[in-house]
């Protein structure tokens, strides 16, 4: 399994591996300094939560030489067994489950537990990098392109259902993979769209919305005539607008029955909170509020490790894991805060470079799938804690406390830095 | 294009994120004081709240140490209800009914189950408690109360309410607050200010660590101590004098304008405010709204004057220079001022001047003298603001600016007072008006406004504006407008006559059976008609009896009015109250036990169920005896505690 390709001299890429050790190391400071603990004892006290992620940071590292130490092959040509089992261990939940805290999303191993939806994510990533990379497959014909769909959607639809929404949230990542192939924008275009006309019914109602559409439509109409009788475009057909007309209704009078039905009480006040249509600083945005007033108290430098008030009084609830964030705009202000938000820019950018360098289509599409993954967390979990987003509970990569999480990240990472250091030689 | 798209998102999602850190870090300084606001725990220190003393240094209001007993539900374990529902001598019920409130409210914070346990019963608990973990209880500084008089002038004092907290940011959930009289009124004195230890403290509540090495600290300052102008012997005394009244008795010393007594009856003990039933009991003496115990009949209630007003009308004729100390005027029991309106009187000699126009109090005398005022003038509506401004001078009308919280203006009407409310055609005169020269008609007044109108004459011509009190912290340190002289419009010289007569009212006229030995008294008494409504028709009962005093005469040490609700004669009991109450302040002792025997032993409660018994009823009958066992005056009062 050692390195076994020919004059193949592994050139590993320093600056990613730089921006994962200042993440890991500051996330584990500030867990640190978050945990909800009565008294501080040794930071290697496996009963405190950051003597745990001490121990799962060397853990990451002995998995981190393994990953570099096998052979670069090994991760293309076994990507399919690991999908599967990745699928197996997702859908074993239903029976062999624990559950924790509602959602039955971990396995029990004595004391401690994983959560498979963690390591999900790099076997779909080495999937999709896989199925595309195919000399004979392309994502823009329809087949295809269905069944690169639906490698990234089954693990998403099993683990929808534990519950655990957010983590299904994360397989909209595989999108920028699939759009560097060829997948057109609008995939895009159209999600945001839908989302746009659902949540603009959950504010302004359905009559207004399909106004909007109609005014919106005959704009575009009009346009595309203008363009046609100066020749630059096709004759736009009437009833194919009157189609997007009659499907923007349509999901503009679906919104509400889904709103009130499909989704639950809980989610539905999360939305709420982030529209500004309910007020509770008591309830439901108790977290929310927090987690900004710990931020916002922190100002330039912050207050220092150790000495955030809201912090150290644990009043951001699960500060030491999806909060995370909150902690350090306390404790290390802006200069910190916004440390951590330029790493996770230069993180994505260099993935995003790296992944462009690639000769072999299979690395340069799992580059991606890692990019945009990392991003969606980011986007996400940053989003929330600055009270952008609706609350969903996904961790903050490499800093977030939990074995599982880091493992997963670290894997999906290092597979990425093990195929890039050898992509001068690496062929199919 | 494609190569861009998930750049262009990270670069607009990063640029958006730190824009959002920059505006929540740098800009949003209400972020930064609501994370001092939840993470700093302030604790306050209770300084003790200032005693209060009388003039002569009895300790009349000190504090004791009380108990609540509180729970925590959250560190509640299983427990036999039984046992510690005989520990805390309570009802099941009513202890699983506070344990449930307390629940509601918090489970982790402390909820009060028993409040303000005295010593004594705290006692038994104390050991037994440990048994019960969740419940403990927690130490609280209450009043103690050394008198059982006065619960009028001392007040009583509260937990505050959310209202209170809004205002005032002092105050906290759980601080008590003086919610009437002296407790009320001097509350800032009384309080002290309180010590505040500052801790962080996690989201329960709970403390960390001291905040900032203990900066922002403060120690508590206790509160200052009162001494008032109240004389307890003199409050105890009179107080008994008055079971079985209503009424109000204001003594105030002439040369200092300093309240010696203030009492109301019906009274309560303020003890009651205190301790595990004081809900009920505040409570009872709110609602009681036919006896009204909690209604200062020294200071709040507002009754025609009667007869008393009377050497205020002869003062305006000798200022004004329409009468002559030695003018007669002529009575034919009652005085015709036109047509078939007569002002009775009762009989006597007559002619009369002055001195025996006072003496026997005589409504025709008064009515000519009141008449040549307001008629001296171009026209009534001139003589009778001229005669207003005199009668206002003495601080009546208005209120008197002492220094207790409750209190009424009364009423001296002038010429924009008639033409507004009574007479609006304006066509009024001295005759239509002349029940105000015998203290009736339009002119109302409170007891303290007599009593201070008592000791302007006395002063021959000035008073100090009444006040409650003496010394704060040991320091004379009160409101330099307690020290101002307070002229009337009288020229001293107008005096002498007018207390002559008041002189002769004692030794010989309307109040000669009250006679001290020894003690040179000037008084007037008064007898009050007075109206009530029942079911809708106004209803005549019997008279006030009212009496003003002032004595000795030569160098007055006290001035007194006593107000007695329905006591007919100014003679037959206000009067021998007053004469009492001087005795017992000048001499410290009672010589005429017969005197004190009677006012014991006589009952006016009768008088105050005729207008709520349905039935028709006579009124101004002979004085009633007290049912039972002969009643005497108790001295060893003093040795409660």
Not at chain 1, 21 to 41: C, D, F, K, N, R
Not at chain 2, 73 to 78: A, G, L, T
Not at chain 2, 510 to 539: H, L, R, W
Not at chain 2, 586 to 612: A, M, S
Request: glycine content about 8%; some cysteine.
């Amino acid at each position: 399994m050692i390195d076994s390709a020919l004059g193949d001299k592994p050139k590993f890429d320093v600056t990613i591996i730089f921006i994962y050790l200042a993440l890991v190391l500051i996330g584990w400071m500030s867990i640190y300094s978050a945990a909800p603990v009565e008294q501080y004892t040794s930071i290697l006290d496996f009963n405190q939560v950051y003597g745990k992620q001490f121990y799962f940071i060397s853990l990451a590292v002995l998995l981190i030489i393994i990953i570099l130490a096998i052979d670069v092959k090994f991760y293309e040509r076994f990507a399919g067994v690991i999908y599967v089992v990745s699928i197996l261990s997702l859908l074993g939940l239903f029976v062999f489950g624990k559950e924790i805290s509602g959602a039955r999303s971990w396995y029990g191993l004595g004391s401690m537990s994983l959560q498979p939806s963690e390591f999900a994510k790099f076997a779909t990533a080495l999937a999709l990098a896989k199925y595309l990379s195919q000399l004979d497959v392309s994502i823009k014909d329809i087949r295809h392109f269905l069944v690169a769909s639906l490698i990234v959607v089954l693990p998403a639809i099993i683990i929808v259902p534990q519950p655990d929404p957010g983590s299904a949230l994360v397989y909209a990542a595989f999108f920028f993979a699939m759009h560097r192939e060829g997948l057109s924008v609008w995939f895009l275009m159209l999600g945001l769209i839908g989302l746009a006309i659902f949540l603009g019914t959950v504010i302004i109602g359905p009559g207004w919305i399909i106004m909007l559409c109609a005014i919106a439509l005959i704009i575009g109409f009009t346009l595309s005539r203008k363009r046609y009788k100066k020749r630059l475009a096709k004759k736009p057909k009437i009833w194919v607008y009157a189609i997007y007309l009659l499907a923007c209704s349509g999901l503009a009078l679906a919104v509400n029955p889904i709103y009130e039905n499909v989704f639950s009480e809980r989610h539905r006040n999360r939305i709420d909170i982030v529209l500004g249509r309910v007020e509770d600083s008591q309830g439901i945005q108790y977290n929310i509020i927090q987690s900004e007033i710990a931020i916002g108290s922190g100002g330039w430098i912050g207050k220092g490790l150790r000495k955030g008030t809201q912090t150290q009084g644990g009043f951001v609830p699960e500060q030491h894991t999806d909060f995370i964030f909150s902690a350090i705009g306390e404790e290390f202000g802006l200069l910190g805060a916004g440390s951590v938000v330029v790493l996770f820019m230069v993180l994505i950018y260099r993935l995003i470079i790296m992944a462009e360098r690639q000769r072999n289509q299979f690395a340069r599409i799992y580059g991606y799938c890692v990019a945009g993954i990392f991003f969606i967390h980011f986007f996400v979990n940053v989003g929330m804690v600055l009270g952008l987003l609706p609350t969903v509970g996904i961790p903050l990569p490499f800093m977030s406390y939990g074995g599982s999480g880091l493992w997963g990240f670290t894997i999906l990472l290092f597979i990425f830095v093990k195929l890039d250091a050898h992509r001068m030689s690496y062929q199919h | 294009m494609k190569k861009l798209l998930l750049f262009f998102f990270v670069s607009l999602t990063g640029v958006i994120f730190l824009a959002r850190l920059i505006h929540l870090q740098i800009f949003s300084d209400e972020l930064k004081l609501k994370s001092e606001l939840n993470a700093v725990k302030t604790v306050f220190d209770y300084p003790e709240r200032g005693f209060i003393y009388d003039r002569n240094g009895k300790l009349m209001v000190a504090n004791q140490t009380a108990y609540d007993v509180m729970v925590v539900p959250r560190e509640v374990k299983e427990f036999d209800t039984l046992e510690l529902c005989r520990l805390l001598q309570m009802d099941k019920k009513d202890l699983e009914r506070q344990i449930e409130k307390a629940k509601n409210w918090s489970w982790r914070k402390p909820s009060v189950v028993i409040p303000q346990l005295t010593q004594l019963e705290y006692a038994p608990l104390q050991e037994k408690l440990r048994k019960f973990p969740g419940f403990y209880t927690q130490r609280r500084s209450l009043r103690k109360y050394l008198v059982d008089h006065s619960a009028n002038v001392l007040g009583y004092i509260r937990e505050v309410n959310q209202s209170i907290i809004d205002k005032d940011n002092s105050y906290e959930m759980g601080d008590l607050i003086g919610k009437s009289g002296i407790e009320n009124q001097y509350e800032k004195e009384l309080r002290g200010k309180k010590g505040v230890k500052r801790f962080l403290r996690d989201n329960f509540g709970r403390p960390i660590k001291s905040y900032e090495n203990g900066m922002y600290d403060t120690i508590p300052q206790a509160g200052a101590n009162l001494t008032i102008t109240l004389d307890s012997r003199l409050q105890e005394y009179g107080q008994q004098l008055m079971q079985n009244k209503r009424g109000g008795i204001v003594a105030i010393e002439p040369k200092t304008g300093e309240i010696l007594s203030l009492i109301s009856a019906p009274f309560y003990d303020p003890s009651i405010t205190m301790g595990r039933e004081r809900s009920k009991n505040i409570n009872a003496l709110i609602r009681d709204s036919i006896t009204r115990p909690t209604y200062d009949r020294g200071l709040q209630a507002e009754y025609s004057p009667g007869s008393p007003f009377k050497v205020i009308n002869a003062l305006i004729g000798l200022q004004e220079g329409v009468v002559d100390p030695d003018d007669r005027f002529y009575c034919a029991h009652g005085y015709n001022y036109g047509g078939r309106k007569k002002l009775g009187c009762h009989s006597h000699a007559s002619p009369l001047a002055m001195e025996r126009g006072i003496a026997e109090s005589c409504n025709s005398y008064f009515a000519q003298v009141y008449r040549r005022i307001i008629e001296s003038h171009e026209n009534s509506h001139v003589g009778m603001d001229v005669w207003s401004n005199h009668v206002k001078s003495f601080g009546l009308g208005n209120f008197l600016g002492y220094d207790l919280p409750v209190g009424r203006k009364g009423l001296i009407p002038d010429s924009d007072y008639y033409n507004t409310y009574v007479y609006p055609s304006g066509n009024w005169y001295a005759t239509t008006t002349i029940s105000n020269s015998i203290g009736q008609g339009e002119v109302i007044a409170t007891p303290i406004q007599l009593a201070n109108m008592t000791a302007a004459i006395a002063n021959r011509g000035y008073f100090y504006t009444p006040h409650i009190v003496k010394e704060i912290d040991g320091k004379a340190t009160i409101d330099p407008k307690y020290r101002q002289k307070r002229q009337t419009t009288i020229d001293p010289k107008y005096f002498e006559p007018v207390i002559e007569g008041m002189n002769q009212v004692y030794k010989t006229g309307t109040a000669a059976s009250v006679q001290i030995p020894g003690i040179e008294v000037c008084g007037k008494t008064g007898t009050a008609e007075n109206f009530m409504k029942i079911d809708g028709k106004t209803t005549q009962l019997t008279d006030h009896s009212v009496f003003v005093a002032f004595a000795p005469k030569d160098d007055p040490q006290i001035a007194i009015a006593v107000f007695i609700e329905n006591g007919y004669w100014g003679s037959r009991y206000a009067a021998k109250i007053a004469s009492l109450m001087i005795e017992k302040h000048l001499k410290g002792e009672i010589t005429r036990t017969d005197l004190e025997q009677w006012v014991l032993n006589h009952t006016l409660e009768h008088e105050y169920e005729k207008p709520y018994s349905g039935e028709p009823f006579q009124i101004n009958g002979p004085p009633v005896p007290l049912e039972g066992p002969e009643v005497y005056i108790n001295n060893d009062k003093s040795l409660i505690n």
